[in-house]
């Protein structure tokens, strides 16, 4: 097996490693998008059939293994909130700090029966956070979360 290999799996090793860990650390997960569960594990396919048509040797089917499972890496889709902060994509290193938000607009749609959160942080808005959670549940952590004077706003809306 060559470095370069060996080097790749090390690699999607840690990723996995460091993916878990981010995953446990998350209260409340974001809704999961439907679009990429059907793209990623396409795009897998397509790039197994090309990488495996060419010769296969032992250093090639390790390699097609690594490749397939960083591609993989792409459905862990841990955003969400953790004890301390917001977690807006899956390889974000800090997060956002809960001592950040300054704004908070929670949008409650009946009809869907899910939440739209909109998190405000020094004035500027940031992505949209969808979750299946009740409304009480994460109004309850985020008044213990977030700091005292910030503004929290519900919407209720039926679409």
């Not at 004035?123 to 409304?135: E, I, Y």
């Amino acid at each position: 097996m060559s470095k370069l290999t060996m080097l790749l799996l090390l690699f999607t090793i840690l990723l996995y490693t460091y993916l878990f860990l981010v995953r446990k650390e998350i209260v409340f997960f974001s809704k999961r998008q439907s679009s990429a569960s059907v793209i990623y594990p396409c795009l897998l396919v397509f790039v197994l059939i090309i990488y495996y048509t060419n010769n296969v040797t032992l250093d090639k089917i390790f390699q097609g293994l690594a490749m397939a499972l960083i591609v993989l890496s792409y459905l862990f889709n841990v955003r969400g909130i953790a004890n301390q902060r917001i977690i807006l994509h899956s390889y974000q290193n800090k997060g956002i700090m809960l001592e950040e938000i300054n704004h908070v607009i929670i949008i409650q749609d009946t009809k869907k029966e899910e939440l739209r959160i909109n998190f405000f942080r020094y004035g500027l808005r940031l992505p949209m956070v969808k979750f299946d959670q009740s409304l009480e549940e994460l109004l309850q952590f985020l008044s213990k979360s977030l700091e005292e004077d910030t503004e929290i706003d519900i919407i209720i809306t039926e679409m």
